[in-house]
């Protein structure tokens, strides 16, 4: 590992905000927040009971050497109503805070609102109220009035996304509203809030003011897997419209004083556009000092035509969100570095003149408490890679000051209570303990270099319990595998060994005992029908993911009666833990006799004969479908359908999907059977012209028959699609090379292989496993 150090004055900091942390959600004064209500008493108090415990909290930081806080205020402990009457001692709360901070050579940055809205306001209509912003406004002047002279940096609003789409869209948040109208007003309302908000701390003399977005690349699940990929022409809009939604709805009016003119339609076709009044974008467009990063993770998205709207993204019709299989935090959210480094690159693009600092970023993991800490190394790796991906962003020139984690304390994770663990310091919430995480002691070396050092943290393994214990590994391992053939003492030595180092036991404990080899065959039956790229993809996907969880792949040939003993022998030996099998075409005895060993075994596609084996094929009936009611859309009646080989299932059925679509719509198909390649699809579609149907539209179960149908159908004069409309099946790359370019049914090629992968791993992880069937997608383009 390379040392990573920062520029001299780079910011290391922590952030909190006031409903997460403070609790004493009734004491001296505060008035109920949307939280409360929202919570129903089930969190937010005592929450980490900082409201009486800052002093220790400030003095943690001191020793952790954080050089900024960024906290937020509690706008219902300082104006209970939300605006008129202000709260004293909620003022001299912050007040307090503020000095100790300083008194601890740490910089207050405050910020304003983060979501806990006073009740009273709610009542009034909340953020669909145009008063709020003006209220807000007010507030941020009482707030300013009284510590603006010691808070060193300002930021209005705290990701106003989240605030007003899972607050009034999708509902999770609170105030738990389900009105895409009402989110899109709310956000409009955000903004003018932040304008005037930041024109009265300027006003008042604030000298570096903000504001903090939560922002995502949005990629297509391809791009995720390798980020130099392109986005596919039919996904285009997809990522376009999310990334309106989600990023550039608040960007462009913040830094450029518009909305994003794509959005605009969507906004008025929802909410209208009333809302909206002459000089509120250049009062929300006024510079900022700071523009304030939360990044988590990203967001990946394709078309899916028939995908209905994410409540949280109103207009996102048409649009699938995809998880992905990467490695994810216990929050499920999929980890990747490389995202922050392109969000940073595109801001630096984009917005040039805009200072930036990192104001969240961290993960939830869950914790192991042990007699001597809570080594979690997975947090540590999580904030190192990104601490990586930002170095190497302020390389190539994005100009960001500083880096705030996400968070000083295991708090309150909003709707989720209590269960979330961010915190470099754990809390133990029945007593208030505050026990510092190895990562804090970590993050502390960190800010004390000015950035990361070359050595990696250290796991403790089970050579370690073993040293410790001063027993063998084999010991050790059967000890936390629960085996009998343990001694009580032995037993009671190493639990206490692995308790001291905080020991989690791993894969590699468990092979001891269970004799997992940790390696897979990925069994390959050539040659086959076509499908070069779902095999190429198959091969390539399958081992990085499956190398990413740890294991070894064994890759196997099948093409001969030897070969297929041979693979036998290995499974049976138990070589491997699993097997991938892509199966031969046709008739094939290999599933059934691996699937007899008792190995977990995984298909790729729907096997001839039913069987128990898991697999993981495409929906070809389906797309099939999709095929004929496009044709019959564009007013084809007489279609030709060319299939071949029949021997493949997969091409049954596709035949039958289509069939069965055109019978449904009284139609009566003519069929041509035909091979592999595009000389057959020739043949077959020569024999469909000349056959006095006046045909005009011809389906082909796969593209290279389509392409051969093309061809013959020129060679007899007819121009397509005027005369006759043509489509495929496969999408394969010389589809969209033709001339004209083909329409054709998507076949997910990566999604399948991926997908393959996964089924494996949950079969390894013992979990009950089903068939997966993934969705095709028609591609329209100009033969039809
Ligand atoms: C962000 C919030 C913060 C915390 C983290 C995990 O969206 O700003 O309060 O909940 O997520």
């Not at 708090?411 to 989720?416: F, Q, R, T």
């Not at 990562?439 to 960190?446: H, I, K, P, T």
């Not at 007899?596 to 697999?615: E, Y």
């Not at 049954?652 to 009566?668: K, V, Y």
Request: aromatic letters at 6%; proline letters at 6%.
């Amino acid at each position: 590992m390379r040392t990573a150090l920062f520029p001299e004055g780079f910011v290391w900091g922590v952030s909190t905000s006031a409903f997460q942390i403070e609790g004493a959600t009734d004491r001296d004064g505060r008035g109920p927040s949307i939280w409360d209500a929202f919570a129903g008493g089930e969190y937010g108090d005592p929450a980490c009971d900082h409201y009486a415990r800052h002093p220790e909290d400030v003095r943690l930081m001191q020793d952790l050497g954080i050089a900024a806080y960024r906290f937020s205020v509690s706008w219902p402990r300082v104006l209970p109503e939300g605006h008129g009457r202000v709260n004293g001692p909620g003022l001299d709360f912050y007040d307090r805070l503020v000095d100790e901070l300083l008194e601890a050579g740490i910089a207050p940055y405050a910020t304003l609102y983060h979501w806990d809205l006073p009740q009273a306001l709610q009542d009034g209509g909340g953020w669909t109220s145009r008063d709020t912003a003006r209220h807000f406004a007010d507030y941020a002047r009482v707030v300013y009035d009284r510590v603006g002279d010691r808070v060193d940096t300002w930021f209005t609003f705290n990701e106003p996304w989240v605030a007003a789409f899972l607050g009034h869209g999708s509902g999770v948040h609170a105030p738990g509203l389900r009105s895409a109208a009402d989110a899109f007003v709310s956000a409009h309302h955000m903004l003018l809030a932040h304008g005037l908000g930041l024109e009265a701390l300027r006003a008042q003399g604030a000298a570096k003011a903000g504001v903090v977005l939560n922002l995502s690349p949005v990629l297509t699940p391809a791009q995720l897997g390798d980020m130099s990929a392109g986005i596919p022409d039919e996904d285009a809009a997809a990522v376009a419209r999310i990334d309106a939604l989600h990023n550039r709805q608040f960007l462009e009016p913040l830094l450029r004083g518009r909305y994003p003119a794509e959005l605009l339609p969507l906004i008025e076709r929802t909410a209208g556009l009333g809302h909206i009044r002459d000089g509120d974008l250049d009062a929300i467009g006024r510079p900022v000092d700071l523009l304030g990063v939360n990044y988590y993770t990203p967001i990946a998205v394709q078309a899916q035509p028939s995908a209905p709207a994410d409540p949280a993204f109103p207009g996102s019709e048409g649009v699938l969100f995809c998880s992905v299989p990467t490695a994810v935090t216990a929050m499920g959210w999929p980890i990747m570095p490389s995202g922050l480094s392109l969000l940073l690159r595109r801001l630096s693009e984009e917005y040039p003149e805009t200072e930036l600092m990192i104001t969240e970023n961290g993960a939830d993991f869950e914790d192991v408490v042990t007699g001597d800490g809570i080594h979690d190394v997975d947090r540590i790796s999580f904030v190192e890679e990104h601490l990586r991906a930002l170095r190497t962003s302020i390389d190539e020139g994005a100009r960001v000051r500083g880096y705030l984690l996400w968070s000083l304390l295991d708090c309150v994770e909003w709707a989720d209570g209590y269960r979330r663990k961010f915190g470099i310091v754990h809390v133990d919430f029945t007593t208030q303990r505050r026990l510092l995480k190895d990562s804090a002691l970590w993050y502390r070396d960190v800010v004390k270099r000015n950035g990361l050092g070359a050595e990696r943290p250290k796991r403790p393994t089970l050579e370690t319990v073993a040293a410790r214990a001063r027993v063998s590994r084999a010991t050790v391992s059967r000890v936390v595998n629960g085996e009998a053939r343990v001694s009580p003492d032995v037993r009671a030595t190493v639990l206490r060994a692995v308790q001291e180092l905080g020991y989690v036991p791993n894969a590699a404990a468990r092979s001891l005992v269970t004799r997992r080899t940790d390696s897979v065959a990925l069994v390959l039956s050539v040659p086959r029908h076509g499908g070069e790229a779902l095999t190429s993809a198959v091969v390539q996907y399958v081992t990085s993911v499956l190398e990413g969880a740890g294991k070894q792949i064994t890759l196997m040939l099948a093409d001969t009666p030897e070969s297929h003993r041979r693979i036998i022998r290995h499974v049976e030996a138990r070589q491997v833990d699993g097997v991938v099998l892509v199966p031969p075409d046709g008739p094939d005895t290999l599933t059934e006799r691996l699937a007899r060993t008792g190995v977990p075994v995984v298909l790729l596609g729907k096997p001839a004969i039913a069987s128990l084996v898991p697999h993981v094929d495409v929906d070809n009936a389906g797309g099939a479908r999709e095929a004929a009611l496009h044709l019959l859309d564009r007013g084809r009646r007489r279609i030709g359908v060319i299939c071949g080989p029949l021997d493949l299932v997969a091409v049954q059925d596709r035949l039958a999907g289509h069939l069965a679509t055109l019978h449904e719509n009284g139609l009566r198909p003519v069929i041509a059977p035909a091979g592999l390649d595009g000389e057959s699809g020739a043949a077959a579609a020569r024999e469909l012209l000349s056959g006095g149907q006046d045909l005009d539209a011809l389906f082909a179960t796969s593209d290279e028959l389509a392409i051969g149908a093309m061809r013959a159908a020129r060679e007899e004069g007819l121009r397509v699609p005027e005369d006759l409309a043509v489509v495929g099946f496969g999408d394969i790359h010389a589809a969209s090379c033709t001339t004209p370019a083909l329409t054709t049914v998507r076949v997910p090629v990566a999604d399948q292989a991926l997908a393959l992968a996964r089924l494996l791993l949950s079969r390894l992880d013992g979990r009950h496993t089903s068939s997966v069937v993934l969705p095709t997608r028609l591609v329209v383009r100009a033969t039809t």
